[in-house]
């Protein structure tokens, strides 16, 4: 059975879930702003280990008797 012509391709989105979009981005955002550099939760190692990543284009080894900057992020290679 085709589809009239008059109806539209795709759905409206709710508005409740236009406002949780931006009720999400907004906090956020604040959250970014107030948060200084450095004091995130563990912010202090992903740098170390992004460095690592950037210079050596390798994924740092772990060794346990030699712990190095990055800790556990280093156990944790990324998604790409």
Partial sequence: MPMSSNRSSFLPLPRSAIFIALLFTF?????SIVTPIFES?????????VWHLAQT????VQDPANPQLWQQEGSQPPLY
């Fill in 41 to 49: 939760p563990d912010e202090l190692w992903h740098y170390p280990f």
């Fill in 27 to 31: 906090l956020a955002t604040v959250y």
């Fill in 57 to 60: 284009a390798e994924l740092p």
